[in-house]
Every structure is written in C-alpha cells, then in structure tokens.
C-alpha cells in the first residue's frame, strides 16, 4: 500500500483544522448563551476572551460578607431559565475584590 505524500504536513493540516473547529465550537457555545443577545462587536470581543483567576475559601471559618461580592444564580435560583451558572452581581468598592471581579 503506497505511503501518501507530505504525512507531515497533512497531520499538521489535521491538527490546524481541529485547533480551529474547536476554537469556532466555543465561540457559538458563547454566542448561544439564552441571555446573550449583543449585536456589539466589542461586547462579543470581550465575551470571547476570559482572564480566570482561581481563589480558593475555607467557608467553615469565612463570613460571607467578608467576600466584598455578591452572587447569584445557581442551580437552586438560575438567574436564566436552564442556566445553572454562578454570576457576580455586585462588588463591594472597598474590597479586595473591587476592580479584580466584574
């Protein structure tokens, strides 16, 4: 059986096409979010692009109120029918969390 010609450069053409397939996959996921319905490309921009910072609390010990934010949302109380996502509703301005939370 013959080989096919350029193998490498058709795995780099097949790794090229599923890079971009995936990447075209999560922005409709975003762009299909129920209660997404901006026709501002700035907007989009910024909905396409995510800083992620993880903290991690120790709830036992922590006042909630000692956070600096509020959220809503969940599970029990989605904030949009079938979305179950956690959002942040309000920073406090003398938190820690002022200007790193929006």
Do not use: C
Request: net charge negative; no cysteine; hydrophobic share 30%.
């Amino acid at each position: 059986m013959p080989k096919p010609r350029n193998s490498l450069r058709n795995i780099g053409s097949v790794e090229k096409y599923e890079s971009l397939v995936e990447k075209e996959s999560r922005k409709s996921q975003l762009n299909s979010v129920g209660h997404n319905h901006s026709h501002d490309s700035a907007i989009d921009a910024d909905l396409q692009e995510w800083e992620l910072e993880t903290l991690h609390f120790e709830i036992d010990w922590v006042n909630v109120d000692d956070f600096g934010f509020d959220l809503v949302g969940g599970k029990d109380d989605p904030r949009y029918p079938n979305d179950n996502a956690i959002f942040v509703s309000n920073v406090d301005e003398n938190s820690w969390a002022f200007g790193k939370l929006r």
